[in-house]
């Protein structure tokens, strides 16, 4: 049997605080029951719920430094702070270019810290439909990812949180379908834009065949225009790390927490005859033992980059790069399944707008102030990016768009489109302005997270493959039409002004054009480990998260998606984790 280890890309000397380390001369123990590679938004689901066991151990990996003290993550409209490329909490990932998207280099933001994505993400919280977690029920053969048996994990997730301006909440959501004693607070905006908020309201009285409201979009039929809920709580940032890692949870004796521990590679120490019914057991990391399992929660990049680096996936590339093959897996890195979004924006006659903040120093400053003095004001919402509102639209079932392709959709009560509706403009444009962005949020275009070299510490190939099906380009077309739509109601009459770019002038062809030079990625990439039914011959894990054909090694994060689902992913992954960790306390008997 194989005895694989993790080799460590790095550890920074520091002092250790609590139970969170920061040198691996600092961690007391040399034995763990399960060690987490990844203290992100699935890794630290994991951990926390493992170690409510006592006779267990566990030891999460991080390769980024504690959010403890960074501002930029606890402030919801700083974000930007964490989650762009060049700051010290970002991978500072780039795509390939991105043929379908004009040739665009993209940036590809991922969290470089504790609570990983869950710590720079927009914190929007959407579930998705009950027809994306009943597909991936029906791709795995397992009914427990189906909705009625996932929606369990979103109560036990959430905590529903009073906005932090204390609104009258009453016909904004639907209380019945949400918890109040998880980890992860949810609530909806602490600070109002009421000028745009009462137009986008009135378009969905005035135009309600095609933009219906919907009282709470995460009921699992989510079509309609809604009020958007966020990871935020009491004005600040709710993450796996603040919810999953309280002080209580930290002090346990049973969790260790190392930071600046990157995992590049499980390494072979010893080999002997291959036993067909598990031909590989992992057990170990390279300065301690991991007894029962290794779990990946290295995200949608990170779990198949290792799972690469250790010779585990297509036997041929892995070849050619000189990585001795240890388990043929070619579904590793693959079926990549990630959002496109396109937008407009509008001039608008109103200074009701997030400019007036982000183009007045004086008002931001004010803004800062009173977010640190009373946990009020407009910084308790996201950045820009964010919105008030979100539709969820589907194209018209005599699209000719599907004479392209057919419906790749879940169902009919599952979206193609998120419509996010946000009082600001394009970024660096003066004055005051209104966007709708649109995102084809079912796409046919696959891409892969592959290897450039057998050098486990290089950054890992994303490529994305943008647009690469002309359905995806079409379908958004059609989309951005339906943004042009809803800002033609009369809602909207005398106060919008002229468009950043008048994409209603136009040809459809002009428009598909224009789509792919001015769109870009959302950041929710799932499918790189993906799931399948257990004996198939595809996929990468099986419906319990274990990797095929592998003891001791499982994966739970958003890589196990084999379908990027109709929302952000945020709600998904947290659903994932919470039954993973199930499924571990499970064969564990725990």
């Known amino acids: 049997m194989f005895a694989p280890a993790f080799t460590i890309l790095s550890f920074f000397s520091g002092v250790g605080f609590c139970k969170v380390y920061e040198d691996v001369a600092d961690l007391p123990s040399l034995h763990y029951d399960f060690v987490i590679v990844g203290g992100g938004t699935a890794g630290n689901v994991v951990a926390s719920r493992l170690t409510e066991n006592s006779s267990v151990s566990v030891l999460v990996l991080e390769a980024g430094p504690s959010n403890q003290g960074v501002l930029d993550a606890q402030v919801p409209f700083l974000e930007s702070g964490v989650s762009d490329t060049g700051t010290p909490y970002s991978w500072n990932y780039t795509t390939t270019p991105q043929t379908g998207a004009s040739g665009h280099v993209f940036d590809y933001l991922r969290g470089y810290l504790l609570g990983g994505c869950s710590s720079h993400n927009g914190m929007a919280y959407t579930r998705g439909a009950a027809a994306d977690f009943d597909r991936y029920a029906n791709l795995t053969g397992d009914e427990?990812?189906?909705?009625?048996?996932?929606?369990?994990?979103?109560?036990?997730?959430?905590?529903?949180?009073?906005?932090?301006?204390?609104?009258?909440?009453q016909g904004q959501f639907n209380p019945a379908i949400h918890g109040t004693q998880g980890p992860i607070s949810v609530s909806l905006s602490g600070f109002s834009w009421p000028e745009f908020e009462q137009r986008v309201i009135q378009t969905t009285t005035e135009l309600p065949d095609d933009f219906p409201f919907n009282l709470d979009m995460n009921s699992g039929q989510p079509l309609g225009i809604g009020w958007l809920q966020y990871t935020i709580g009491h004005g600040e940032r709710s993450s796996s790390a603040t919810g999953y890692l309280t002080p209580d949870i930290i002090q346990r004796p049973n969790l260790d927490i190392l930071l600046h521990a990157q995992v590049s590679k499980l390494v072979n120490l010893t080999q002997s005859r291959v036993s067909p019914s598990s031909p590989v057991t992992f057990q170990a990391v390279q300065f301690r033992y991991a007894s029962k399992e290794i779990i990946l929660s290295a995200g949608a990049i990170?779990?198949?980059q290792?799972?690469?680096?250790?010779?585990?996936?297509?036997?041929?590339?892995?070849?050619a790069l000189g990585i001795p093959p240890l388990w043929d897996l070619p579904s590793v890195g693959k079926n990549a399944s990630e959002h496109v979004y396109s937008g407009a924006s509008w001039a608008v006659n109103s200074n009701q707008t997030v400019e007036s903040i982000t183009q007045n120093a004086t008002r931001f400053n004010e803004a800062f102030a009173e977010w640190n003095n009373s946990r009020t004001g407009p910084f308790v919402n996201p950045s820009p990016e964010a919105g008030t509102h979100a539709g969820w639209l589907r194209l018209n079932a005599d699209s000719p768009v599907f004479d392209v392709h057919a419906d790749p959709s879940p169902g009919p009560g599952a979206p193609h489109f998120e419509?996010?509706?946000?009082?600001?403009?394009?970024?660096?444009?003066?004055?005051?302005?209104?966007?709708?962005?649109?995102?084809?949020v079912s796409p046919v275009s696959r891409g892969s997270v592959t290897l450039s070299s057998n050098d486990p510490f290089a950054a890992p190939v994303i490529d994305l493959r943008l647009l690469s099906s002309d359905f995806d380009a079409l379908a958004l077309t059609e989309g951005l039409k339906l943004a042009l739509k809803f800002a033609s109601a009369p809602a909207w009459d005398g106060y919008l002004g002229a468009p950043t770019v008048d994409l209603a002038a136009m040809t459809p062809t002009e428009l598909t054009a224009h789509i792919r030079a001015n769109s870009g990625p959302g950041y929710h990439i799932v499918g790189t480990a993906g799931m399948s039914p257990r004996g198939a011959q595809y996929g990468v894990v099986d419906p319990d998260l274990k990797v095929k054909g592998i003891a001791g090694l499982r994966v739970i994060d958003a890589s196990v998606l084999p379908i990027v689902p109709g929302a952000h992913t945020q709600a998904a992954t947290y659903v994932v984790a919470e039954r993973g960790a199930d499924m571990v306390k499970q064969t564990w008997t725990l």
Request: glycine share 12%; no cysteine; charged share 10%.
């Open 144 to 169: 427990g990812w189906s909705w009625n048996r996932i929606f369990p994990y979103f109560l036990k997730n959430e905590k529903w949180t009073a906005p932090a301006d204390d609104h009258n909440t």
């Open 302 to 304: 990170g779990s198949p």
């Open 306 to 319: 290792i799972l690469l680096n250790s010779g585990v996936g297509d036997r041929t590339a892995l070849g």
């Open 419 to 440: 419509m996010l509706l946000q009082p600001f403009g394009a970024a660096g444009t003066p004055g005051h302005h209104i966007s709708i962005t649109m995102a084809m």
